[in-house]
């Protein structure tokens, strides 16, 4: 069965830090992956996808990904953390054994951003 | 953009309380979920539909249903709320059955249930 694993729950930066928030994904076939973010009380926002091509992604607010298919990872980065990306972060791969786009989630990273 | 809205951000109801959460998308997307959000869990997958009338089940079905009698409006109902069903609920939609488009989300409803 296909699964995702996001390493740490939690990941504490300084402003102006690397962020570096970690997903490793099990595929036996080619995956598309996504990572979303979520502010508090709201519901989730799409950060980037990878679906095909180019294996670095760059998405919004300045995070980019890229996917290692040697390593099954999508790693997220940003190279200088921002106080308003304190947020939750998901990591997503589509299931291919089901139709209707089913995503399978990991548990999530809460980022913390110290000033 | 795409919308998706949810019908309340916060509702409160009574244990055995027959529940209804609602969910609209004006983008005209095949694809339809109901995900519940707890701490350290996760999202996890209710049901979902990828087409009027159609209905799945997710990973964790027992004491929901779902409906779609139009595209753009996929129902969670709890049949007899209990306390365990407090959580926040989000619904998505995504365009086609094809999955690598992503999936939209609405802004959640956090149900408590007493």
């Known amino acids: 069965a296909q699964s995702v694993t996001q390493l740490g729950s939690h990941v504490s930066v300084s402003e102006g830090a690397l962020v570096l928030l970690r997903c490793n994904y099990s595929s036996s076939v080619p995956p598309y992956l996504f990572w979303y973010v979520q502010y508090p009380n709201q519901g989730l926002q799409l950060l980037l996808k990878y679906t095909t091509g180019a294996t670095l992604v760059k998405g919004i607010n300045g995070f980019e990904a890229e996917f290692k298919k040697s390593e099954t990872s999508f790693h997220l980065t940003k190279p200088s953390a921002h106080m308003s990306d304190a947020a939750e972060y998901f990591c997503a791969v589509r299931d291919h054994y089901n139709q209707g786009g089913k995503l399978i989630f990991g548990q999530g990273t809460e980022l913390s951003v110290k000033p | 953009d795409v919308k998706v809205t949810q019908s309340s951000r916060y509702l409160v109801k009574r244990t055995g309380e027959k529940v209804f959460l609602e969910c609209v998308q004006d983008?005209?997307?095949?694809?339809m979920f109901w995900y519940r959000q707890d701490p350290g869990l996760g999202l996890r997958l209710i049901y979902f539909s990828y087409d009027v009338k159609m209905k799945e089940k997710g990973d964790i079905p027992e004491g929901y249903s779902v409906s779609r009698e139009k595209k753009e409006r996929f129902s969670l109902i709890l049949e007899s709320a209990s306390t365990n069903q407090t959580s926040m609920y989000l619904c998505a939609s995504s365009p086609s059955r094809t999955g690598f488009q992503p999936q939209h989300f609405g802004d959640g409803t956090r149900l408590s249930i007493l």
């Open positions: 983008m005209d997307h095949e694809n």
